[in-house]
């Protein structure tokens, strides 16, 4: 989903992108190049086959997609708070930037609970500067920022609980800062769909088995909350909402 996420933002209008630059920061060292530059490879030739708009080639706008996208690793919760510190130094000279995108905010959340001890403020420390900057690029610079976070307390009740059930059973672990800056909330849930099979491609009679996921969504707006939920599969042409 992610990778798409990032396919929708550096594509060019023309091949139904938003054409914006975009900074991955990749906490858990799991992006795959090979897979952005395959999905994007396909989107592109998906638009030149049916948009009537001239665009250069696609060796030429793959370049340019990929030169919208910086991606920054870090190892530690010190590295990502400089990483903040140097983005926010940097965003005014490049007011094309529009998506942060942190994969993933927790990453460092058992690493953090073991250097601070007993003490909840000092395993708290670094997010709770992090959730600080951070508010401060939404409020200065109005970018988007869109954060993963692993579900480690979850609390299973039953298929059939409500969405507002399911969200509140994800009990929120990491810091009060992080928590009050989130306005959207998605929880996503894998599933077999047994009856929803694939044609492998090339025309191939092989079938594979299609996940889909369900995801809860939560927003809050000042005291107020709303809830909804769907379903999605992802395949190489995008998000299929279902």
Not at 30 to 58: E, F, K, Q
Not at 79 to 105: K, V
Request: aromatic share 8%; hydrophobic share 40%.
């Amino acid at each position: 989903m992610l990778y798409h996420l990032l396919c929708r933002c550096v594509l060019p209008v023309v091949a139904g992108g938003l054409e914006v630059d975009v900074v991955f920061v990749d906490t858990d060292y799991s992006l795959d190049m090979l897979r952005l530059v395959s999905i994007l490879d396909s989107r592109l030739n998906a638009a030149l086959s049916t948009s009537s708009h001239y665009m250069a080639s696609d060796e030429t706008t793959l370049h340019l997609c990929l030169a919208r996208l910086l991606v920054i690793h870090c190892s530690s919760s010190s590295q990502l708070l400089l990483t903040l510190h140097f983005l926010e130094t940097s965003l005014s000279s490049r007011p094309s930037l529009a998506l942060l995108l942190i994969d993933s905010i927790s990453a460092f959340f058992w690493l953090d609970r073991c250097k601070g001890g007993a003490s909840i403020a000092k395993q708290e420390e670094k997010l709770s500067k992090c959730a600080e900057l951070l508010g401060r690029l939404l409020r200065d610079y109005r970018i988007t920022v869109f954060a993963t976070c692993h579900a480690i307390r979850r609390s299973y009740s039953g298929p059939t609980s409500s969405s507002s059930s399911l969200l509140e059973s994800d009990r929120l672990y990491l810091c009060r800062p992080w928590q009050s800056l989130v306005t959207h909330r998605l929880l996503c849930s894998r599933q077999e769909a047994p009856n929803n099979m694939a044609v492998a491609a090339g025309g191939s009679k092989e079938q594979k088995r299609r996940q889909v996921f369900t995801v809860h969504c939560t927003s809050s707006s000042s005291r107020t909350k709303a809830y909804r939920s769907c379903s999605f599969c992802v395949t190489d042409g995008g998000v299929e909402f279902l």
